[in-house]
């Protein structure tokens, strides 16, 4: 079965210091990976994506994110975190069935704290 | 270019009651899911429609249903509303995704709270 596992439920850094949430996925095919950042009360809004290609990939906000097929891995990075980062982060997985329907496999997310 | 839009943006039912819950698509957009997402938890996804037909279903019971009009906007009904059925319900929109995966894009959700 499909799943995501966020190991870290809360992380708390320094602002400036660098940051790395962890996000380990199982699933069958070549995955469609995802990160999103949710603030308090808010939607979900996309950092960055990786559906094929260059396994590191840029997103939003300076944020990264690495796609090891070997260890079932997408961690998201960002060399120096601002206040302004802290919130939830979510890793998902995107599944495309055949009929041409898609889902999303969120894991449990990871609120990030960051310390002045 | 409007985005994914949720409506209402916050509502307080009471156990055993129904409430609808609706969502409009990113312009161009023709299928929608919807996905429950409680407290401290992530998302979770619910069903998706496309073409006015509930296509794929998570692991929700049947007290959950939805409709898609011919416009692609979309409902999402709960009936004999449950303490746990407290949640954010999101909305997504995407193009039909054939034979590539094409992104889901949010709206900000609507916080349901059962007493």
């Known amino acids: 079965a499909q799943s995501v596992t966020q190991p870290d439920i809360h992380i708390t850094v320094s602002e400036g210091a660098s940051l790395e949430l962890r996000c380990n996925y199982s699933?069958?095919?070549?995955?469609?990976l995802f990160w999103y950042v949710q603030s308090p009360g808010q939607g979900l809004q996309l950092l960055l994506k990786?559906?094929?290609?260059?396994?590191l990939v840029q997103g939003i906000k300076g944020f990264e994110a690495e796609f090891k097929r070997s260890q079932s891995s997408f961690n998201l990075r960002k060399p120096s975190v601002h206040w302004s980062d802290a919130a939830e982060y979510f890793c998902?997985?995107?599944?495309?069935?055949?009929?041409?329907?898609?889902?999303?496999?969120f894991g449990a997310g990871t609120r990030l704290a960051v310390h002045p | 270019d409007a985005g994914v839009t949720q409506s209402p943006t916050h509502l307080i039912k009471t156990r055993g009651q129904q409430v609808t819950l609706r969502c409009s698509p990113k312009?161009?957009?023709?299928?929608v899911s919807w996905y429950q997402q409680a407290l401290g938890q992530g998302p979770q996804f619910i069903f998706q429609?496309?073409?006015?037909?509930?296509?794929q279903r998570g692991n929700f019971p049947d007290r959950f249903s939805g409709h898609q009009f011919p416009n692609y906007s979309s409902e999402l009904n709960v009936n004999a509303l449950l303490l746990g059925d407290s949640a954010l319900y999101l909305c997504?929109?995407?193009?039909?995704?054939?034979?590539?995966?094409?992104?889901?894009?949010f709206g900000p959700g609507t916080r349901l709270t059962v007493l």
């Open positions: 990786y559906f094929s290609g260059d396994t």
């Open positions: 997504a929109s995407s193009l039909s995704a054939g034979r590539s995966y094409n992104e889901q894009f």
């Open positions: 998902a997985v995107g599944s495309l069935f055949s009929g041409g329907y898609n889902k999303l496999i």
């Open positions: 429609y496309y073409e006015e037909e509930e296509r």
């Open positions: 699933y069958g095919a070549t995955p469609y």
């Open positions: 312009s161009g957009h023709d299928t």
